[in-house]
C-alpha cells in the first residue's frame, strides 16, 4: 500500500480483529509502512529474549524473555472512532482548495 493512502498512524487508537474474533483495542505503537505492519499497545504479546541474555558468554545460564508486542497485519485494524467508540472505516475526502481530510 502506498504511503498516501495510509490512514493508520502512530498514536492512534485501533480495534484488532481476526476474522470475526476481536483481539482487543489499543493505541498504535508504530507502524512499518515498507511491510505493511503495525504494533499495537496489548495486542500480540510474544515473548522476545532480552539482548543481553541473548550476548552471554556463558551459554548455561538459562535465556531471560521480556514480553513485547508482535506487529499485526494493517488490514486486521479499524480506526476507534472518538465519539461512539465503535470501529469505523476510513475514507479520504478532498477539500475544495485540493487539501485531504
Known sequence: LPD???GIFARDEVAVY???RKMG???V???DHARSRVWVEGIKLREFATEES?????PSRPLEYELREDSVHYSQCNLIDPV???RTRLRWRYLPD???V
Open 4 to 6: 498516501w493512502k495510509w
Open 25 to 27: 483495542q489499543g493505541k
Open 84 to 86: 461512539d467508540g465503535r
Open 18 to 20: 481476526h476474522g470475526k
Open 29 to 31: 505503537l508504530r507502524v
Open 98 to 100: 485540493g487539501r485531504r
Open 54 to 58: 541473548a550476548n552471554d558468554p556463558d
